[in-house]
């Protein structure tokens, strides 16, 4: 046997609060051509009923894991569990990767793969939950769940106590690279450009040995997550696109999408849903707020700009070396949109905005600039989840269902699994899938196994997702006139009677086939269960528990089996009201609290005495 080993590689993607409908292959007006490209390869598919976790954190665990993010430590984002009294300490919220869970990378390395990453972890500070822990070989990792996007700190004028609670998880860049704290990024900094630039470092370091080995490469961005900030000339591209707002936006995609193929023609989009204190309508607003707000927007289609340019890149590499035909390439979002309205938050949104006002410049002309803090808000982030209901923090579609595109290899593999045949077009797929979905795949086209229960001599969750191998085998067999394409409904990952559940942030969804029960908490929704049909109904729109009895009260019954096998805390109303930075609510032990700790990390000059050999310098 060659020493060569010509198992398939892996690149796999990730947008960071990206909507469904933000790649052009989706729908946009946002220019995406690699990702579109990608997409119309022959053999490619656009997967429209592909599901997350409704936050990042919890998706890339479970896309690191192939289990319930409940089970791997992020049951919530540890910056929400920082602020709830209800669910520190509490197993599965430890807000790292923990020793219940194997991590794919550890299974790929110990199977011969040469792993890599470079972008956000958001997955453990401490050194024994960095990437290099689990399994990456080399590493380029943002540890925090976001940051500024250039690198920049304003000069606080106490560094000992700022940022707050809420702005010491969102604004300093901390990063390690494999075993290393990084002191100083460089002045040109830029996170999707740096993330691209380095993944590519690492492929090309590669020595003569492991050059022989297949490799799996991560590349998960933390673009276009807020602070909202792109180069200038990606945002100026977009001037002008977005002066009508988000409601004209918003038709305009939906009819893109049923052009598209990717919704039905006849589907009933949920109503815009907003609340106190969040953007007025768009024909409510003065012009100088209208001006501000699309801009945000522009800056925003930058930043997805710029992230595509440099999937490009890394693509491009790849083909130059001859290494592209051979590579499962996987591109996803990993919640929907990011709808949240921050200065209307109850008890932190005055601090907000006054830590903003103090030291940053949110003027029209430098929104978007190192020295900027802008989301979007909640009206255009239902632009890009429609007709789902509602964005990112609620298990609705609008929150759990995003774009994913996978482009299986081309090259025939030792044992011939792979494909050389193609159909003429790429593929849609309305088949029902999840994220944690994506291990068992690739450790089949791999040829690995998940070890089951036990890895090293400790106990481990077991894998709750199912391999699409043999689903993307009908994809590139597929002719026109085979009767069971994947393009026909009737094609399935997963049989009716799988039951997947969802939670995040007290709002809750089980779903069985066709049938979907949904928790909304107030004031977005009416704190109480409902019942969809969602394949027929994807917008949530119609409450269906009064005319379905009996299968209201069969999907209450799953979601308790579901609650109490992954450990799901509670509902919203069944925990005290968590507000995400709130300083009343005390760290259980603030010596095990490291989300606290990221300004001090790496900076002995400004680490207080008291965790001083606590925290790491």
Known sequence: ????????????????????????????????????????????????????????????????????????????????????AAHQGQPGHEGYLNDRVVALPELLKDGGYHTMMAGKWH??????????????????????????HYGYEPQYDDPA???????????????????????QLPDNFYSSDAYGSKLIEYLSQRSAEEKEKPFFAYLPFSAPHWPLQAPKESADKYRGLYHEG?????????????????????????????????????????QQTRDLSARAMEVYAGMVDRMDWNIGRVIQYLKDTGEYDNTFVLFMSDNGAEGASYEALPIVGPDVLAHIEKYYDNSLENIGRK???????????????????????????????????????????????????????????????????????ILEFARLQHPGTTYKGRTVASLRGKSWKKFLSDVITFSPSTSDSVSNPSC?????????????SGSGAVRKGRWKITFVPAPRGPQRWELFDIKADPGETTDLKEQEPEVFQEMLGLWDDYKKEVGVIGLAGE????????????????????????????????IPEHLKGVVPA
């Not at 590689?9 to 990702?35: K, R, Y």
């Not at 997955?123 to 500024?148: D, M, Q, T, V």
Request: hydrophobic share 35%; charged share 25%.
């Open 492 to 504: 399935q990952i997963h049989d009716d009677d799988y039951v997947t559940g969802f939670e995040i």
């Open 575 to 606: 925990y005290e009201t968590v507000v995400q930075g709130d300083l009343g609510v005390k760290i259980r032990d603030q010596f095990d609290d490291p989300y606290g700790w990221i300004k001090f990390i790496g900076r002995k000059d400004r």
């Open 246 to 286: 988000p409601d004209a936006l918003r038709r305009r995609r939906l009819e893109r999408l049923k052009q598209l193929g990717l919704v039905a023609v006849d589907v009933k989009p949920h109503p815009v849903v907003t609340s106190t204190g969040e953007p007025e309508a768009w024909d409510e607003m003065d």
């Open 371 to 441: 020295d900027s803090f802008v989301w979007y808000g909640s009206r255009w982030a239902q632009a890009a989840t429609a007709p789902s209901r509602l964005y990112k923090m609620f298990s609705t579609e609008g929150g759990c269902r995003v774009p994913l595109v996978v482009r299986p290899p081309t090259k025939a593999s030792a044992d011939g699994n792979i494909r050389d045949r193609y159909p003429q077009e790429s593929t849609v797929s309305e088949a029902f899938c999840t994220v944690m979905d994506i291990v068992p795949t």
């Open 161 to 183: 106590t700022e940022p707050n609670k809420f702005f010491e998880t969102a604004t300093r860049a901390l990063h390690v690279e494999d075993t290393d704290f990084i002191s």
């Open 1 to 84: 046997m060659s020493s060569h080993d010509a198992r398939p590689n892996f690149l796999v993607i990730v947008a960071d609060d990206l909507g469904f409908s933000d790649c052009g292959c989706f729908g946009s007006e946002i220019q995406t051509p690699n990702i579109d490209a990608l997409a119309a390869e022959s053999g490619a598919v656009r997967f429209t009923a592909f599901h997350v976790a409704a936050a990042c954190s919890p998706t890339r665990s479970m896309l690191m894991t192939g289990t319930d993010h409940h089970i791997a430590g992020l049951g919530e984002l540890a910056e929400f569990t920082r602020s709830s």
């Open 123 to 148: 997955l453990g500070l401490r050194r024994e939950h960095h990437p290099r822990a689990r399994g990456f070989i080399r590493s380029f990792a943002l540890l925090p769940g976001c940051a500024n």
